[in-house]
């Protein structure tokens, strides 16, 4: 799923009532793409793409599937705002892949296994970023899983403050007030709960 939030987007995510209380697990990882200079205000969309049309990666001691972009010849079919490269891979004990130096910024998040990069190791659980223009090759000696992501400058810097980004302060001051007076949509459902701003 990738939700385009531009101009401001409400959503609700819930455990359905009867799967509530029984024993489940779940992995996950929510990533965050700003949108660049003069899209910042697109209208809001979601767009959901079954997991079988995105390209499946299966090259030696490599796999994993395109999310978003471009990866070793094959091209995901998700849309985006700018240039953007996002893929999921999974090396085999003794594999390496070579993270094209294409992308003016690139990283990867390791979520499971260590992996070496010019010798130096890293543990997973964490986000590694790359200089632009660098040739890197990714091994691991027992397999890995972990997140490829990277793209075009954004241009200018990005201000976070709870759920709202922009790249001017003056924005996130109006979001607020926004959030605030309920001039957001309400998501269908929630109409008796709200959730207040924080208090900093």
Excluded: C
Aim: avoid cysteine.
């Amino acid at each position: 799923n990738l939700m385009t939030a531009g101009r401001g987007i409400v959503h609700s995510e819930r455990t359905p009532e009867e799967l509530r209380g029984a024993p489940m697990s779940i992995s996950g990882l929510q990533t965050w793409l700003e949108l660049p200079d003069g899209k910042e205000e697109v209208a809001p969309v979601f767009e959901n793409t079954a997991v079988i049309r995105l390209p499946e990666i299966d090259a030696e001691g490599i796999s994993g599937r395109v999310i978003i972009g471009a990866f070793s010849g094959l091209r995901s079919p998700v849309s985006t705002a700018s240039d953007t490269l996002y893929a999921d891979l999974r090396l085999a004990p003794g594999a390496s892949v070579k993270i094209p130096p294409d992308a003016e910024e690139r990283a990867i998040y390791t979520l499971e296994g260590e992996v070496s990069i010019a010798g130096d190791r890293f543990p997973a659980e964490r986000l590694l970023v790359f200089k632009p223009g660098d040739e890197i090759v990714v091994s691991s000696e027992r397999g890995a899983h972990f997140m490829l992501f990277g793209g075009a400058s954004l241009g200018s810097r990005r201000y976070i403050w709870w759920n709202f980004v922009s790249s001017s302060k003056e924005r996130i001051e109006q979001a607020k007030e926004e959030w605030k007076t309920g001039r957001f949509d309400i998501v269908p459902g929630d109409e008796e709960e709200f959730i207040p701003l924080p208090d900093n």
